[in-house]
């Protein structure tokens, strides 16, 4: 599992910046605020991220997302419960992976295993899967909402 240590954290903040997203380190031994998990899993209390050294990165990629998915309004009240649909979860997980291939050293690849590992749950049975095969309707909200291009590419926009 990947977890954030500084070097992570750091190109973490690189990437995420662009969305006006901090990602704020919490000190070892120390709850997470606005963990909707618990410890180790990240946190968000409006624009920031936290994160601990346990915590996995792919867990910090999907709070973030959700962060980036969610409308203005709920952005503005954001503290811990993210909330969303089921559309806008599929789309999270989708923006996910495609932000992982922007960590260099980290990829898709390193992320499926780690999803899948963790628990997320797919109807095609991995994370790989449900991306390559089953992912579409994701693909298209994205779309939809401009957050990624025609190429499937990140817009770096936040939803409005």
């Known amino acids: 599992m ?8 750091g190109r973490l903040g690189s990437l995420l910046e662009r969305y006006g997203l ?3 380190p919490v000190p070892n ?3 997470i605020p606005g963990s909707w998990f618990g410890d180790p899993e990240a946190g968000l209390i409006g624009n920031r ?3 601990r050294g346990d915590t996995p990165l792919h867990s910090a990629l999907h709070e973030s997302c959700h962060y980036i998915c969610m409308d203005a309004a709920r952005r503005a009240r954001l503290h811990t419960d993210a909330g969303g649909d089921y559309e806008e979860e599929n789309g999270v997980c989708y923006l996910q992976v495609l932000l992982a291939d922007r960590l260099p050293g980290y990829g898709r690849e390193r992320l499926f295993a780690e999803m899948d590992a963790w628990g997320y ?7 790989r899967a449900w991306f390559l095969e089953d992912a ?3 693909r298209k ?3 939809d909402h401009a ?3 025609a190429e499937g590419n990140p817009t770096w926009n936040l939803r409005q």
């Open 136 to 138: 579409e309707d994701a």
């Open 141 to 143: 909200w994205l779309m």
């Open 2 to 9: 990947t977890l954030c240590t500084p070097r992570w954290i």
């Open 121 to 127: 749950s797919f109807r095609l049975g991995s994370a």
């Open 49 to 51: 991220l936290m994160v």
């Open 147 to 149: 957050l990624v291009d």
């Open 29 to 31: 031994g120390q709850p």
């Open 22 to 24: 901090e990602v704020v």
